[in-house]
């Protein structure tokens, strides 16, 4: 099993940037695709990015591609996401999940995280 504890979030300006966190814990986190998430109010949970167990292969939604970047550093049991040029439409909450195989869709994920606040202002 793996634990996971989103953080980063917060209130900024369109244009801005932020950095959130996905810290892990327990013995197979390098065994895990981790997966984020967003969920708008009135909207079911939105695929953003994920990345693989060693971190050679990632996946973008295309509403964030060129102004999100995932890594992992598996040494801190920690994920990024780092989102430049944020617009109005980025906020929502975010949550990582954990998974075996890269999925899109929410339904297929057991582990998850409680979930950051972004909010962008025009």
Not at 37 to 47: L, N, Y
Not at 76 to 82: A, F, G, I, P, S
Not at 113 to 122: A, L, N
């Amino acid at each position: 099993q793996v634990q996971l504890v989103e953080s980063g979030g917060g209130l900024v300006q369109t244009g801005d940037s932020l950095r959130l966190s996905c810290a892990a814990s327990g013995r197979t986190f390098s065994d895990y695709i981790i997966h984020w998430f967003r969920k708008a109010p009135g909207k079911e949970r939105e695929f953003v990015s994920a990345i693989n167990d060693s971190g050679g292969r990632t996946n973008y939604a295309d509403s964030v591609k060129g102004r999100f970047t995932i890594s992992r550093d598996n040494a801190k049991n920690t994920v990024y996401l780092q989102m430049n040029s944020l617009k109005p439409e980025d906020t929502a909450v975010y949550y990582c999940a954990a998974g075996r195989v890269f999925s899109v869709f929410a339904s297929r994920f057991n582990y998850w995280g409680q979930g950051t606040q972004v909010t962008v202002s025009t």
